[in-house]
């Protein structure tokens, strides 16, 4: 099992590590790596991705990731070795001294000749060759146990030190990071990037299995082991201390000791599976959804979807989790951000009641919706601070407190009878109700330990089967979940502009449209919408529609050639809607499939077919030189299972569709809004971020201008909260009756009088899959930010204006409502935090993508990049000069911005200032 052995549980007081408190604070270097260790199956590389160093066990993480900024360093023990190592049976007998009793590895003979070359070429050149750029050097001091005498401690600090210097003559960009090893400090200090040693405030006593205090007498013994390596060598010192899981707060407050004594600290678990606290501390994003799978054999059948957006919104991914297991192992602390469930009518079997009460006991937020799932009484009567005193006696219900976070979406209609509330007594009731008896019952709750909304006061469902929020669910679940303020990513803004997307799905590509000529809807769609408007396009056809083995052979000529015009704009980028369009993809590969899709002579349907065989029609026969496909739209019903979102992943596309956002004046609830994407079965589905023609047109069948509504769609998630980028999504046969093009029109007009930074449906995608992985870390007065290709992080107004100065890869923001939207300059950035509005020159929008942003007193400059004319602001420009591809540009004035406008599509933007 790999470790730090540096204590072992025999000679723990020998080993204990001291320091003289305030010593070196002097010596401390003022930008010190943020440096993480993780040695779990699987480790969490996005949050590991916050540090500048990570450690992690090389076996649980076979190959370095090698995006983004992080150097990953691998353990390797060098005093000892274990049998699961895959070089261990080439090591001879005659080279171990004997065995660590204490942890079970053989611990090697130092002195032998031949142990550096067998170092170098058996145990660090696989590493090297994995990726890995840094080493964690473990076991420096086991020889110890066995090496008494002057003479034989010499031959083993020697045979160290040849091995150490053979490491770094072999790979001389190789940093190292020596795990104690004071004895060789003297020679192998120049070789090393860093020292690290353990408990200084908290150990671990490993036969004893239990956390301990180490006493100020321990700390003293290591004074002088470490002076030399601050004083003299100027190394970094990293300071490794132990802390339960659940005690968070503990180790918060370890860490911020270790750091005030001018050392690297990381505080976690003794055997390094959990993520601890450090220079960085990650803000968990994952929160637990419990489901019942007998009741919804998939998420997208379960109430839980509703609160995916309001999740989402706030920062949340989910991770769907069955109440009947198996349930995530180990403590949840700082690895989950929540639990949230929405258990109407289901009881929790016992495994796990069990493991949510150790969640709670460990700290972790749960929010519970509709019921609880446990009877409140006895320990959870006592864990929970509720009592439940019965069902309320007959008779019309008073409210005798509501808080402000209910009459959301609907009024609240006090029951007449029959509701069987709880009663809080460590808490603060959101929503009370008396009955004729004068007995109070709360429905709703913020608790100590989360908080939690009954039925029927939290939603209403409506005669339509629709439903409305009683509570605010994004506001509930921010208090519940007792969430941070820390930046949010955001994929509905890029630049401080709302982005805008356009994609089309291939039905009724070779319809007839009812226009003079009876054109195919295809021909009317490219030159009255993709050419005209020139936006980017994401454009899918069906093979099975288009190809001449579909369908329509007779029409496969002109179909493929008209493909072939539309696939070749510089505006249009290539995706697939299958091969026969399956209209329910749970029938795929059962039975009944057969009866669920565009029926093609001779087909039966195949996953495989319709994913990879589309994908390589469209790149064979339709795709210009030098483009291929980039995107999967799905069809049908849009629920693909994980194995076919698999196919989309292996075929090199990305994949998008479903989730039915149908928000409107008629339907005016975020329950209507579909979230980012749904992470289900180990693969990820993005949602389509708005919904297409056929929803607006009643499934076509009128009215057939009722795509114009989407305005609506538009404008009612994009309020005091901005839920959604702005997605004008089509199937061609909106082309073929002129009501439904003249409302795409109209649709159209609307979003070009809208500020919007305009992208390719792939663009988005990779934005929104982004969002599922981004990781942000608290880092003393600001936050660091591992955000892949997504571009904008939300902060609220309360928490200050980026320090442009101390910040990285931050290249301004924008206002909007009570946020603050940030504009990250590249998928690695730091946000540091200042309370005064900044008065140095920054991007405050812009209508392309960013990228080469680069600063300097004085001088900025920065590329942008879209399909259209682009256009730009700055802030506290003035008193600068700005070039587009050295052309001195004329600013307007709008209000405290100088903003740009130009007549290209890409420019390479410098500023001077004075």
């Not at 204490?102 to 090297?128: C, H, K, N, Y």
């Not at 803000?283 to 054999?297: C, I, N, S, W």
């Not at 006991?361 to 439940?388: C, H, I, K, Q, Y």
């Not at 629709?466 to 803004?493: E, K």
Request: aromatic content about 10%; proline content about 8%.
């Amino acid at each position: 099992m790999p470790r730090i052995p540096l204590i072992r549980p025999a000679c723990i007081a020998r080993w204990l590590l001291t320091l003289l408190l305030g010593v070196w604070l002097s010596t401390a270097a003022a930008a010190q790596p943020s440096v993480a260790f993780f040695y779990g199956e699987t480790p969490p590389v996005d949050a590991l991705s916050t540090f500048d160093w990570a450690v992690v066990e090389p076996g649980n993480l076979p190959a370095a990731p090698q995006t983004g900024a992080t150097r990953w360093f691998a353990y390797l023990s060098l005093g000892e070795i274990t049998s699961d190592l895959p070089y261990a049976k080439a090591v001879p007998p005659s080279w171990v001294l004997g065995k660590n009793k204490a942890w079970g590895g053989l611990v090697i003979d130092q002195s032998q000749p031949d142990w550096p070359a067998f170092v170098v070429e058996r145990m660090v050149t696989p590493l090297w060759n994995k990726g890995y750029r840094g080493l964690f050097l473990d076991t420096l001091d086991s020889w110890q146990l066995f090496a008494k005498s002057p003479a034989s401690q010499q031959a083993q600090t020697d045979g160290l030190t040849r091995t150490i210097k053979a490491i770094k003559a072999r790979y001389p960009d190789l940093q190292l990071i020596a795990n104690r090893g004071f004895e060789v400090m003297p020679a192998v200090h120049e070789a090393l990037a860093a020292v690290a040693f353990e408990s200084l405030y908290q150990g671990w006593d490993e036969g004893h299995k239990r956390y301990t205090d180490v006493s100020e007498a321990d700390r003293k013994w290591l004074r002088q082991q470490l002076r030399p390596i601050v004083d003299d060598y100027k190394l970094p010192v990293i300071a490794i201390d132990y802390v339960a899981p659940g005690k968070r707060t503990q180790a918060r407050r370890v860490a911020d000791r270790i750091r005030r004594d001018g050392f690297i600290p990381w505080v976690a678990d003794p055997y390094l599976k959990t993520l601890g606290v450090g220079l960085r501390e990650v803000l968990p994003r994952k929160v637990v959804l419990l489901y019942d799978a007998q009741r919804a054999p998939t998420p997208m059948q379960s109430y839980l979807l509703m609160l995916m957006t309001p999740l989402n919104y706030l920062g949340l991914t989910p991770e769907f989790v069955d109440v009947r297991g198996p349930l995530p192992a180990g403590s949840l602390a700082g690895r989950y951000a929540g639990i949230v469930s929405w258990l109407d009518g289901v009881s929790l079997p016992p495994q796990t009641q069990a493991w949510l009460a150790g969640a709670i006991d460990d700290g972790v937020p749960w929010a519970s919706f509709a019921g609880l799932g446990v009877n409140v009484g006895g320990d959870w009567a006592r864990r929970l601070n509720l009592s439940d005193d019965g069902k309320a006696e007959g008779g019309a219900q008073q409210i005798s407190v509501q808080s402000p976070l209910y009459g959301f979406e609907t009024a609240i209609r006090p029951q007449r009878d029959g509701f069987r509330g709880l009663s809080t007594q460590a808490g603060e009731p959101l929503l009370s109700l008396t009955d004729a008896s004068g007995r109070r019952f709360d429905a709703a709750a913020i608790m100590p330990w989360g908080g939690y909304a009954l039925d029927p006061y939290l939603r209403t469902e409506m005669p339509d089967q629709s439903n409305r929020w009683q509570i605010d669910p994004v506001a509930f679940l921010q208090r519940a979940l007792q969430l941070p303020v820390a930046p949010v990513p955001d994929v509905t803004t890029e630049n401080g502009r709302r982005i805008f997307l356009m994609h089309l799905d291939g039905d009724g590509f070779v319809s007839r449209a009812e226009l003079p000529g009876r054109p195919m809807s295809g021909t009317v769609m490219l030159n009255e919408v993709l050419k005209k408007y020139g936006l980017p396009a994401t454009v899918s056809v069906i093979e099975g529609e288009v190809a001449p083995t579909g369908l329509y052979p007779k029409d496969a000529p002109a179909a493929e050639a008209i493909a072939r015009e539309i696939f070749a704009l510089p505006n249009v980028e290539i995706a697939s809607h299958s091969y026969s369009h399956p209209f329910q993809w749970g029938k795929v590969n059962t039975d009944n499939a057969d009866d669920y899709h565009l029926e093609i002579p001779g087909y039966t349907i195949d996953l495989k077919r319709e994913v990879f065989g589309s994908i390589d029609y469209i790149n064979r026969r339709l795709a210009p030189p030098g483009k291929q496909t980039r995107v999967f739209l799905w069809t049908g019903d849009c629920e693909p299972a994980p194995d076919a979102v698999a196919l989309t992943r292996k075929a090199g596309v990305l994949n998008m569709n479903g989730g039915d956002t149908v928000i409107t004046r008629r339907l005016p609830s975020l329950t209507a809004v579909a979230p980012i994407g749904l992470p289900y079965g180990g693969e990820l589905q993005i949602f389509a971020p708005n919904q297409n023609e056929n929803v607006y047109t009643n499934n076509w069948t009128g009215p057939f201008y009722g795509y114009r509504q989407a305005i609506e769609t538009f404008e009612l998630t994009d309020g005091a909260r901005r839920y959604k980028p702005i997605n004008v999504y089509l199937h061609f046969y909106a082309a073929s009756k002129r009501a439904s093009l003249d409302a795409v029109h109209q649709v159209i007009g609307w979003t070009l009088k809208q500020p919007t930074t305009t992208l390719f449906a792939s663009q988005y995608i990779e934005r929104a899959r982004s969002f599922f992985s981004t990781a942000i870390a608290r880092d003393g007065d600001g936050f660091a930010i591992h955000a892949g290709a997504l571009r904008t992080v939300r902060i609220p107004a309360t928490l200050g204006y980026p320090d442009l100065a101390a910040s990285r890869n931050v290249a301004g923001f924008s206002e909007h409502g009570t946020e603050r939207y940030v504009h990250l300059a590249d998928g690695d950035a730091y946000l540091a935090l200042q309370t005064a509005t900044p008065t140095t020159p920054y991007l405050a929008d812009a209508s392309g993508v960013l990228s080469k942003w680069q600063t300097a007193p004085g001088r900025l400059s920065f590329a942008l990049d879209s399909t259209r004319p682009l256009t730009f602001a700055l802030a506290n420009a003035t008193r600068c000069s700005v070039r587009a591809d050295n052309a001195v540009l004329t600013p307007r004035k709008e209000a405290a911005l100088q903003r740009y406008a130009l007549n290209r599509h890409a420019a390479q933007i410098d500023i001077r200032c004075s």
